[in-house]
């Protein structure tokens, strides 16, 4: 699948830990061949854990309303009726202060979509939406300067909440370029690293990122990862340099 070798070309240009991660979302029931669905054997999953089970295990994991485990996604994912809203949620949890804070809740529209599908992008079989890639600030840069070698700026509305479920991966489904700074319930559920940050696109900009990781910043002879420059001469402390002054030449 072309998808496939354009993951492995990403992972290449940028030396990823793990793999870029597919997202597709159906309207029907669709079950992925061989894919890992966590009511089968009892368990519920995160969204976010669900993302990591397809960076770090390498299967395809399909998630419908039985496999949902995290109520804030339930809602944002619209696979349950719910009177309240996401931000009732996040008041109760006190990570919002009170009601009359602003937050500008994303949420899908409840009962769209039936079936989730997130897979290591270096296998999976179905052709993705959008791409979760996971990588320190430098490889998240270094894509930022990828997707601007084409203009424009990478707009970030950062809360730290939802990061990978949401806040990142929403904005990729309406074909935006988003980034995101992981919060709690990705750290503790998805195993993801404190030096993690979340780069989110559709998929249909796979091939601009890939030329920009090849171009952007060649004529100042920038890649990834940039070369450190060493073209000077180093100033030792005052003890080594007062030694060196009594050297002689052999």
Known sequence: MEWNEKSKKIIELLKLRTPPVGVRFYEEKYEPEKAFKPSNYGLKMAVCQAIAFARYIGRTVLLEAEDF???P???L?????????????????????DE??????????????????????TKMKEEPEAVLIFGTPAQIGRLIQS??????AVKANLTAKTA?????????????????????????????QETEMIFAMPYGWTDKIIE??????????????????????????????????????V
Not at 77 to 97: F, H, N, P, Q, R
Not at 100 to 121: H, I, R
């Open 164 to 192: 990978s479920c949401a806040e990142a991966l929403f904005p990729a489904l309406k074909g935006e370029v988003a980034i995101a700074v992981p919060g709690a319930g990705d750290r503790v559920f998805a195993a993801i």
């Open 147 to 152: 997707a601007t070698y084409f203009g424009g």
């Open 69 to 71: 485990a995290c109520p």
């Open 212 to 249: 920009g990781l090849e171009n952007a910043g060649r004529g100042a002879n920038i890649s990834y990862p940039p070369s450190p420059f060493l073209m000077f001469s180093p100033r030792f402390p005052k003890h080594y340099r007062e030694i060196a002054e009594k050297f002689k030449p």
């Open 73 to 75: 996604a339930t809602v």
């Open 77 to 97: 994912y619209g696979v349950m009726k719910y009177d309240g809203s996401l931000k009732d949620i996040l008041v109760a949890a006190e990570w919002i202060k």
């Open 100 to 121: 009359n804070c602003e937050f500008a809740e994303q949420k899908l529209p409840e009962g769209k979509y039936k079936s989730f599908v997130f897979g290591d992008m």
